[in-house]
């Protein structure tokens, strides 16, 4: 189990860091582009992102179901569980909310002005803080958690 308590603190920490850097560090950088540049790197991020994400999503699920059901007789099982629903939740609000905006922004082609996409990825960028600060409180039960079972 020791191996799984690493594995799941370190994907579920890698994409937290992942996300907190696309709304920290990359996003503001972009803003700073002229508007041709910024459509061009907002699209292509859209995309590669949108393509490696679910599979993140779903493995960190994984790792966090299988830390609830193994400890499903100890103390820490409620915490675990709210970490993994919380989890579960961030990938449907994803789905449901954010993946049709990033669809939308990955999809605009590079000649459409900036004024007419600006709009859905700042409404986007909004949405992912909640969708961060989710993913921290997850995290933060699950690391909470395991360092309780020590």
């Given at each position: 189990?020791?191996?799984?308590?690493?594995?799941?603190?370190?994907?579920?920490?890698?994409m937290v860091g992942?996300?907190l850097?696309?709304?920290l560090?990359v996003?503001?950088?972009?803003w700073?582009l002229?508007?041709?540049?910024?459509?061009?790197?907002?699209?292509l991020?859209?995309?590669s992102?949108g393509?490696?994400?679910?599979?993140?999503?779903?493995f960190?699920l994984?790792?966090l179901?299988?830390?609830?059901?193994?400890r499903h007789?100890?103390?820490?099982?409620?915490?675990?569980?709210a970490a993994t629903s919380?989890w579960a939740?961030?990938?449907v609000?994803?789905?449901?909310?954010l993946?049709?905006?990033?669809?939308?922004?990955?999809?605009?082609?590079?000649?459409v002005?900036?004024?007419d996409?600006?709009p859905a990825h700042k409404?986007w960028d909004?949405?992912?803080?909640?969708?961060?600060?989710?993913?921290?409180?997850?995290?933060?039960?699950?690391?909470?958690s395991l360092l309780?079972?020590r």
């Amino acid at each position: 189990m020791h191996l799984l308590d690493i594995l799941a603190i370190l994907a579920t920490g890698l994409m937290v860091g992942n996300e907190l850097a696309v709304s920290l560090f990359v996003n503001p950088a972009l803003w700073q582009l002229d508007a041709t540049a910024q459509v061009r790197a907002i699209s292509l991020l859209a995309r590669s992102l949108g393509r490696a994400m679910p599979f993140w999503y779903a493995f960190c699920l994984i790792l966090l179901i299988a830390e609830t059901v193994l400890r499903h007789n100890q103390p820490v099982f409620l915490p675990l569980l709210a970490a993994t629903s919380l989890w579960a939740a961030v990938i449907v609000f994803t789905i449901v909310v954010l993946v049709p905006i990033n669809n939308r922004v990955a999809s605009l082609p590079t000649s459409v002005p900036l004024a007419d996409w600006l709009p859905a990825h700042k409404g986007w960028d909004k949405l992912h803080r909640l969708r961060i600060l989710l993913l921290i409180l997850a995290m933060l039960l699950l690391i909470n958690s395991l360092l309780a079972t020590r």
